[in-house]
């Protein structure tokens, strides 16, 4: 790895690496097409189901590289994060396979689906308020008295190297596109997503979406500078935090733009796909459909890859389900 301004920015070469070490421990995930929605759009759509990873979301792969990456003496005092879900069960899923403590910080209101992934996994939860301050402080609490090495769930290089290696099989499993659609949070598969095709098809667009009500990314983008919301409130739970310095630098250099979607557009997005795609995926794995659907001109006649984070969802609480 190079080091630039103080960061450590994951090469391509890290990526080819990262595949090597987690090949053993995750799934080449396959790519899905639906006529309907490709007749929906104008576009030629392939969908790239890292829902169907064990841990149900694309995160394993970061998580993994990590935690295989780490020397004896590092993992026997094992590793500790903070998340909003899926990087938690991730990182506590690839803790399992090394057979090394995991502990995570996660918001109150995380989903219990994704609670008890973690759980499943081995993982020890402490819960905190549903903001970036009460994570952050809760976690720093929690990592001094643990001494686990510290897996950040996106700003991370050793994740980002990991999150490249899903575009690497994408284009492997495609005949070329034109542009590829990732969701935007912390920005963690989207600097994985730049990191990729920055070297290997540096002619593919990279467009990243989000939602309206957390659109820190996207006024960032706009603005030329990070900006971060402290505690937004979205249906898409697993984009709530904001880019930091290393995501930010992938993102101002490699993305082509940021579409958002509001919350009911989400929602139709994700029913789409669940009844034309078959497949479980999150609110958060909807927005890409979402912002397609919305702003068709950008998209038509295109083949556009679209990657479907995670299906880790509590079917009990479907947010097109009315309660009493």
Partial sequence: MKDMSDMIIPTYQDMLDA???????????????????????????????????????????GATNAVFGLDDAQAAKGVATHSSGNHASCLSYAAMRRGIPCNVVMPRTAPQAKKDTVRRYGGQITECEP??????????????????????PYNDP?????????????????????????PIGGGGMISGTCLTLSTLAPEVEIIAA????????????????????????????????????LTWHFVSNHVTDIFTASEDEIIDAMKLTWKHLRVVMEPSCAVP????????????????????????????????????
């Fill in 19 to 61: 595949h090597d070490r987690i090949a053993p421990h995750i799934r080449r995930t396959p790519v899905r097409t639906s006529d309907y929605l490709n007749e929906l759009t104008g576009a030629q759509l392939f969908f790239k189901c890292e829902n169907f990873q064990e841990p149900g979301a694309f995160k394993v792969r």
């Fill in 131 to 152: 903001s970036t301050t009460s994570r952050e402080e809760t976690f720093a609490k929690v990592q001094a008295e643990t001494g686990g090495d510290f897996v950040h």
């Fill in 158 to 182: 050793r994740v980002i190297a990991g999150q490249g290696t899903c575009s690497r099989e994408f284009m492997e499993q495609t005949d070329g596109l034109d542009m590829m659609v990732a």
């Fill in 210 to 245: 989000e939602p309206e009500q957390a659109d820190d990314a996207y006024r960032s983008f706009k603005a030329g500078h990070i900006i971060a919301d402290d505690a937004p409130k979205t249906i898409a739970d697993g984009l709530l935090v904001p880019l930091k310095e």
């Fill in 289 to 324: 459909l979402a912002i397609i659907l919305k702003n068709k001109e950008r998209f038509a006649g295109k083949r556009v890859g679209v990657i479907i984070t995670g299906g880790n969802v509590d079917l009990d609480t479907l947010p097109w389900i009315k309660g009493d």
